[in-house]
């Protein structure tokens, strides 16, 4: 099992900046796949954005050029910077980890999901 722990959101204007925070109960080094989903009201759950163990990551084209993931290993942490954000960004972010090495599956799991909220 793995279990996720997001933080971060809360309530910004349109235009301001969030920093999400996904921290995993095991290394990084084991996760293959980290990624952040969406999900707005009313709304299907959409992909927010990858990364991979090695690095490489993959964005919505709606979040292209204002949101950044990263990975930090040392810190088991996966993060989102959100720049530019704006109301149709409001949605709860979840955290997904998923081809974890050395368990029946490798997943995929999730976190409870962090709420954020765009003003217009």
């Known amino acids: 099992q793995v279990q996720l722990m997001e933080s971060g959101g809360g309530l910004v204007q349109a235009g301001g900046s969030l920093r999400l925070s996904c921290t995993t109960s095991r290394s990084l080094l084991g996760i293959n796949l980290m990624t952040w989903y969406r999900q707005a009201p009313g709304k299907q759950r959409e992909l927010v954005a990858g990364?991979?163990?090695?690095?490489?990551?993959n964005y919505a084209n709606s979040v292209k050029g204002r949101f950044t993931i990263s990975r930090d290993n040392a810190k088991n942490t996966v993060y989102l910077q959100m720049n530019s954000l704006m109301p149709e960004d409001t949605a709860v972010y979840y955290c997904n980890a998923d081809f974890v090495d050395g368990l029946p599956g490798g997943g995929p799991f999730w976190g409870q999901g962090t709420q954020v909220t765009v003003s217009s």
């Open positions: 990364i991979s163990s090695s690095g490489s990551t």
